[in-house]
């Protein structure tokens, strides 16, 4: 079972550069630190934007469940 993080990490590697750019990029020290930062830029959004998108349900269903438990407690007490 996969985790989010490799998630990311396979979503992430889908938009580098191809194989040439990536070997210049890497073997020009004065791109590499802006291309470290462009691809951190692109997926911190993207981790962030999971992270909240998970928060957001794990509330609705713990709120709906909430809602059925006082729904049911309160059919038993009428």
Known sequence: MMILSDYIKKFCNLYR????????IMNNTNTRGFNDFM???FCM???LLIEIEIEI????LLLKLCAIRYTF??????
Do not use: D
Request: aromatic share 20%; charged share 15%; proline share 4%.
């Open 17 to 24: 550069v191809n194989n040439k750019t990536q070997k210049y």
């Open 39 to 41: 691809e951190a830029s």
């Open 45 to 47: 959004p993207l981790f």
């Open 57 to 60: 349900i794990f509330t609705y």
């Open 73 to 78: 407690f309160h059919l038993r007490m009428i």
